[in-house]
């Protein structure tokens, strides 16, 4: 066209313009780290693999979940989800039901039968695991992955652990726990069972590299009470454990028409649960001090008292009767200690079953030269490392926080651990991203969606049998709960950045690809910031 | 095929012949009759395929056109007085954007006072605006230059004024010879727009312009308008071999051989200018006459040639310069600068006021004598004058000046007291 | 709701993209080669909501047309800061006549395309005229009454920023009240803009029983976009108004353009609906409902509201202004009515 001048232009002229050099701030990418992950024991990377989940891709959500842990389907189960009570998606209507997500993968995983993967070549190296607990488990996992070859003793008949011998199969179904296990033998970890360690040198002696100690706690600590001849005391720990294996009647633990259960933890609930479930007609939970003080999560709390288990607060027992027990109200003072206040009360107990807490048995660490112990606990370093070169320990053995996921979470980081200290070096965990705080997210971008409830059992059925309790999601809702999760602090490409410059000088660069920015057009102005729903962009001071 | 029939009708009729395909329009008289003929003829269906578009406002006739010229549709509209004014700011915009939009202005006058008549006032407010400007002597000639003005407008990508006058000649009952569609289609090839907006190939039209460039872009749009003093007399001829006739150009000389005394003029008043000089020839004077066809581009050089020998030229204008004249004789006046020759002004014919040969004849024996004023206004009531200033001198309120006149001339009742 | 309601998608349509859609449900801003109708390199301030929202409008009116589309843009910030010779952004055919006659400019070319349509010259081509407030709502206003009266083949579409931004924020006719503008300074017993009458323009728009009017903000792109999808599937007379925050005369961060739009719509200040033939068909409901301070406070145009005696009686007016859009167009519920 012979265009007039000047009036007229060529399209698209203005590229000529480069307005970046208007910038005083530039913006970035950046991934920050989501609250669920930090929160996780376990070191699961969260977000990540919801992120897979959410685009109904479950086995590489499940591969990405499996990284760090490989128990998701006892994990979606018995795991006390403290990512959910981090996560930011609380701030916006609430948390997403990450565990049950976990919990779904898990089962589909095993309905799939989808398998361990590891390319790792073998390193010729043996580590012995003393304990097939959550965290053995885990550190024979995560060592085999490496390369390396786990073999875990097990004193008792069957794997597991507190997840077999403590938690109630009502939560944990044992084909759940078995299928797990099974994958785990397959994968390449040796089990021996009923192969008690007596001595930790000694059984080291036998071939192998390095130890790692997961052998819980399983002592019951007693409280002193006077108790008549005739009165039935017992702890927690053996009933649980002998409801173990026993199927038919006359093998479960006996424990009367009225049970008295003493103390406040996950424990005390489960075996009052428990008792309601083997036929007593009363469960009562006495407990020194007030329902916020209790240690039992709010949850197990609320689950038993629907089961029609009554909690006596603010009491503890005095003595034990044939048929009764006596009790002392306590009165909190001001800094918040129950005191007795000389005010008595009968009420009639076939048994007593106390849940007061484990110690662990560390019999097999006599004579260790240099390991340490504190009120019950083995000492360990940031990589579980005792102080006895080699020799690593983690769970309940060697910590104050005993859940499931910790323990998994020791194990990761002693396989780590271990492997470094193998190749004669030490482990440096890489450094961790900021938090990404919900102050960094624009939520308004997350379309209105409740938590999806899970199913759950009918009272009577719970209150008479062992089935599971909770119900799992199904596809559909396990993708929608999934797509709940903001991908917080890192980017989902949600193509925010891209469509809201002003300038078009964010370049896309494809699925999977996340974007560029174009600074020879970006002003500055922090509307990609701004709007970024995730808060995986920031904006940082030009230099000059 | 000749035809007696008015004015504004044979305009309608000759703008047909174009093919164009906006027409907006907006009445003002006197130009309704031209839209009015046009729109008929797109509702019958005898001008298709054409878009007829009622617009709210002149503003939105020139607008349109303006959208329709870019978009490569040859475009006419019409408008007079007010209207111009109303369109003023997109009327430059067109000229600046280069879009051979053809419009007619049916001359008239500008208020206030409203005044419906004729004179030239309206289309010379405009003459700066970039557009060409031709002015008809009669119907015929009319006529014949609409059917130039695309021509011409598409070639150079200008926007032409066809001005003729109000009433005079657009309702004025007149023959003409209205040409055959086979002629007009031979002389007036299909309009090839220089710019147009095209998703095929994408432009930006309209853009902002700095002190980097703006004088350069003024420069070019007189250029281009100079061009025309080329193009005109070319396709004048052109437009005589197809149409057998002399019509257009740039000026028109009407026996200047050895005239002391020139009248130049535009538009139909050249008629009655031709009648008085005709028997003031016979009567043995030398006058002569200079008929103005092209006011923009003004043919400066042609206008020199034509008053070359004359000792005195009178220019008999139809505007004014309030505060300084004339606007003709101004643009004459420069054409002449540095020749020794004396240039009188004439304001004559504002507002309709009846233009005689009786008064052009005594104007003229004076001008012969030298006997003029610098600026002098044709016929003017100068008792009028002269009771309004005593009445303005003696009170300050001393109410409308135009009511006033009229009721001193008697078409008013006087106020009751 | 105009756009298509979509299954919980981590974040449903808010979000320009959305790897979890089906792509045919994608916006065209997600597009990888989307059309930037207006190029990088424009000379917008940071954070310019016109200039968003005009590539948000205009990039899905392309989509719409399949790039069969011209522009005429009226006199602006929109018109200075794309077409500075001797560049321009626009990748589309376009023309800047002047400030009051855009609507009238699109009609010529409607009824140019329409003839040469007619005549076998060239394909369809549609037609979309733009411009500010000040150009739309006060000096356009007449042609674009005028375009709407004929139901001319035209999409106008009017970029809202409250003022006449290009000539150094005065006030407009769509200036709010109690806003401070050039002209409207924060002084005296009355500071800011008179509480006049209102001049909501697609109400009058809608007055005119045209086919499409709607509303729209640059808060919501999924519901812009859908909105001028649905004004090119009607032939005559449309207009989309959208709410384009301006940093520079609202005296908010360039960073928080959208975020102001979005508190407009959230507040009630500003009704998102739209409407067919004189009917409004539906509208976007306010998701988390807000008094109109939050909408106030990060404009420094309201500053004089909230300085040491904050300005409550006028902040309640504010109030009442947004009820009543509230009321009326049943913002709460939807339009339920
Ligand atoms: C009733 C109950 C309910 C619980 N509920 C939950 C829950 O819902 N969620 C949760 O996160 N946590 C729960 N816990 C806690 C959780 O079970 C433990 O924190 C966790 O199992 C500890 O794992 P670990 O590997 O350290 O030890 P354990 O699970 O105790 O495993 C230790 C293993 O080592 C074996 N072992 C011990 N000594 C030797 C030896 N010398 N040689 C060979 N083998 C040996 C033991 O037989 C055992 O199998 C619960 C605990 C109890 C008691
Ligand atoms: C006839 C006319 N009057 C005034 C102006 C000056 N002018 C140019 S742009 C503008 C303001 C435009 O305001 P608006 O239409 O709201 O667009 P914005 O710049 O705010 O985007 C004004 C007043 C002009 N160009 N033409
Ligand atoms: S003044 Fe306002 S509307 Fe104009 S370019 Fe700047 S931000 Fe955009
Ligand atoms: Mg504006």
Redesign the pocket.
């Known amino acids: 066209m012979d265009k007039p001048f000047a009036i007229t232009l060529d399209p698209g002229s203005s590229l000529a313009n480069h307005t970046g050099s208007w910038r005083t701030f530039r913006p970035l990418y950046v991934d920050r780290l989501p609250p669920c992950n930090a929160a996780c024991p376990a070191g699961e990377n969260i977000q990540s693999w919801l992120y897979h989940a959410e685009s109904g891709d479950y086995e590489k959500a499940w591969r990405a979940l499996t990284e760090n842990n490989p128990l998701p389907a006892i994990m979606g189960r018995v795991c006390y989800h403290p990512c959910e009570g981090a996560c930011n998606r609380q701030h916006v209507d609430a948390a997403v039901g990450i565990n049950a997500v976990e919990r779904f993968l898990g089962d589909e995983a095993i309905r799939r039968g989808w398998r361990f993967e590891s390319s790792a070549a073998a390193t010729g190296k043996r580590v012995l695991v003393i304990g097939s607990g959550p965290a053995g488990l885990s550190a024979a996992y995560h060592l085999t992955r490496m390369g390396h070859q786990a073999v875990i003793h097990e004193a008792a008949p069957l794997a597991g652990g507190m997840m077999r011998y403590g938690i109630p199969k009502y939560r944990l179904p044992r084909d759940v726990l078995d299928a797990e296990i099974r994958r785990l033998v397959e994968f390449g970890v040796e089990l021996r069972l009923q192969s008690k360690v007596m001595n930790v040198l000694a059984a080291m002696q036998e071939g192998f590299d390095a130890v790692f100690l997961g052998v819980g706690a399983h002592i019951a600590k007693r409280a002193y009470i006077p108790a008549g001849d005739a009165s039935k005391i017992i702890d927690a720990i053996s009933v649980l454990h002998d409801m173990e294996g026993a199927q038919g009647d006359e093998l479960r633990p006996m424990l009367g028409r009225r049970v008295v259960v003493y103390g406040g933890g996950n424990t005390a609930i489960d075996v009052a649960r428990t008792a309601k479930r083997l036929g007593a007609e009363e469960a009562v939970i006495v407990y020194r001090r007030t329902r916020e003080k209790m240690p039992a999560h709010d949850f197990e709390v609320e689950e038993a008292l629907q089961e029609g288990i009554s909690i006596k607060w603010l009491s503890t027992i005095k003595e034990a009767g044939e048929d009764d027990i006596m009790v002392e109200k306590m009165a909190l003072d001001a800094s918040g200690f129950p005191q007795p206040t000389g005010e008595y009360e009968r009420i009639p107990a076939d048994s007593v079953v106390l849940a007061l807490g484990q110690d662990a048995d560390l019999g097999l660490l006599a004579n260790v030269p240099g390991l340490a112990t504190d009120k019950g606990l083995v000492q360990v370093d940031a990589g579980m490392m005792t102080g006895h070169p080699g020799v690593f320990a983690g769970g309940d053995m060697a910590g104050n926080e005993r859940t499931v996921t910790v323990a998994v979470g020791h194990g990761k980081r002693a396989a780590r651990a271990i492997d470094a200290w193998l190749k004669g070096e030490t482990y440096v965990s890489p450094p961790k991203h900021e938090l990404a705080t919900f102050e960094r997210m624009n939520p308004w971008y997350y379309s209105d969606a409740p938590k999806t409830v899970r199913p759950v059992l009918d009272i009577i059925r719970r209150q008479s049998t062992f089935e599971e309790v909770l119900g799992g999601l199904d596809e559909g809702n396990a993708l929608f709960e999934a797509r709940r999760c903001m991908s917080c602090g890192n980017c989902f490409e949600c193509d925010n950045c891209y469509g809201v410059c002003p300038d078009n000088a964010v370049i896309k660069l494809g699925p999977g690809k996340r974007f560029l920015f174009n600074f020879d057009y970006c002003k500055g102005c922090g509307m990609c910031a701004t709007e970024c729903p995730c808060g995986a962009i920031k904006m940082v001071p030009e230099e000059n | 095929m000749l035809k007696q029939m008015e004015g504004s009708r044979a305009v309608a009729e000759a703008i047909a012949l174009c093919r164009p395909e906006v027409i907006c329009a907006y009445p003002i008289s006197p130009q309704t009759h031209i839209v009015e003929a046009l729109g008929e003829f797109v509702k019958d269906g005898s001008l298709a395929p054409c878009e007829f578009i009622n617009v709210e406002s002149e503003f939105a006739a020139m607008s349109v056109a303006i959208g329709s010229s870019a978009a490569g549709a040859r475009t006419y509209t019409a408008t007079a007085s007010q209207g111009l004014l109303f369109m003023a700011?997109a009327v430059y915009n067109a000229s600046g954007l280069g879009l051979p939009i053809v419009m007619t202005v049916a001359n008239r006058s500008i208020g206030a006072p409203i005044n419906i008549w004729n004179d030239h006032s309206d289309a010379l407010s405009q003459r700066d605006s970039g557009w060409l400007q031709i002015f008809a002597e009669t119907n015929q000639e009319a006529l014949d230059l609409h059917i130039q003005a695309f021509r011409l407008a598409e070639e150079l990508s200008l926007p032409i004024m066809v001005c003729m006058d109000g009433f005079i000649l657009t309702h004025a009952y007149e023959r003409v010879d209205m040409p055959t569609q086979e002629q007009v289609d031979a002389y007036l090839p299909k309009y090839e727009p220089r710019q147009v907006l095209d998703p095929a190939e994408p432009v930006s039209i309209g853009a902002m312009v700095g002190p980097e460039a703006f004088m350069e872009v003024r420069y070019l749009a007189h250029a281009k308008q100079m061009d025309a003093l080329r193009l005109i007399p070319e396709y004048a001829a052109e437009f005589k071999k197809v149409f057998g006739r002399d019509s257009g150009g740039l000026v028109h000389s009407y026996r200047t051989e050895e005239a002391d005394t020139i009248v130049v003029a535009m538009g139909s008043v050249l008629g009655t200018i031709k009648d008085v000089v005709d028997e003031m020839r016979e009567a043995g004077h030398r006058i002569g006459v200079l008929g103005i066809t092209l006011f923009r581009p003004f043919p400066i050089v042609q206008v020199r040639e034509a008053l070359r020998r004359a000792k005195r030229v009178v220019v008999l204008e139809k505007s004014m310069a309030v505060g300084l004249g004339g606007i003709l004789a101004t643009n004459v006046g420069m054409a002449l600068a540095a020749k020794p020759i004396d240039v009188y002004t004439v304001v004559a014919g504002l507002g309709g006021r009846p233009i005689t040969m009786r008064s052009l004849h005594a104007l003229f024996r004076r001008a012969e004598k030298n006997d003029l004023d610098p600026v002098t206004f044709l016929d003017l009531n100068h008792s009028l004058i002269a009771k309004q200033m005593e009445r303005e001198r003696a009170k300050r309120r001393s109410g409308p000046a135009a009511e006033a006149m009229l009721r001193d001339v008697g078409v008013v009742a006087a106020k009751l007291a | 709701m105009s756009f298509q309601p979509v299954k919980f998608y981590q974040t449903g349509t808010f979000t320009v993209g959305n790897r979890l859609l089906p792509p045919e449900e994608r916006s065209v801003q997600s597009q990888e080669k989307r059309y930037n109708s207006i190029n990088s390199g424009h000379r917008a301030c940071q954070g310019c909501g016109?200039a968003l929202g005009a590539r948000y409008a205009i990039d899905a009116a392309m989509e719409a047309t399949n790039g069969r589309l011209i522009c005429a843009n009226?006199?602006?910030?929109?018109e200075v800061f794309s077409t500075p010779y001797p560049e321009t952004s626009w990748q589309l055919p376009w023309i800047h006549s002047?400030?009051?006659n855009t609507a009238a400019v699109a009609t010529g070319i409607a009824a140019a395309i329409k003839v040469k349509k007619l005549k076998g010259e060239r394909r369809n081509i549609r037609v979309v005229a733009q411009?500010?407030?000040?150009?739309?709502t006060d000096?356009g206003f007449g042609c674009l009454s005028g375009m709407f009266e004929r139901n001319d083949d035209v999409l106008y579409i009017c970029?809202d920023?409250g003022?006449?931004?290009?000539?150094g924020i005065?006030r407009?006719s769509a200036t709010p009240p109690a806003a401070r503008t050039a002209t409207t300074m924060a002084v005296g017993p009355e500071p800011g803009n008179v509480f006049g009458q209102g001049k909501f323009v697609p109400a009058i728009a809608m007055a005119h029983e045209i086919p499409y009017v709607a509303t729209a903000t640059v808060a919501d792109l999924r519901d812009l976009e859908a909105k001028v999808r649905r004004a090119m599937e009607f032939q005559g007379a449309r207009y989309i108004h959208i709410l384009v925050p301006?940093p520079l005369g609202w005296g908010t961060a360039s960073n928080e353009t959208i975020r102001i739009a979005r508190l407009a719509k959230e507040t009630g200040m500003f009704p998102v609906f739209e409407a067919e033939y004189g009917e409004v068909k539906s509208v976007v409901a306010i998701r988390h409902p807000l008094p109109v301070e939050e909408y106030l406070k990060p404009q420094k145009r309201y500053a004089h509201l909230f300085g040491k005696t904050p300005q409550v009686e006028v902040i309640a007016k504010l109030q009442a202004l947004a009820d009543r859009n509230i009321k009326k167009y049943g913002l709460l519920d939807g339009g339920a009515r």
């Open positions: 700011e | 016109e009226a006199t602006g910030c929109l002047l400030f009051g411009g500010g407030d000040g150009g739309t000096i970029y920023n003022g006449y931004m290009n000539t005065q407009s301006c």
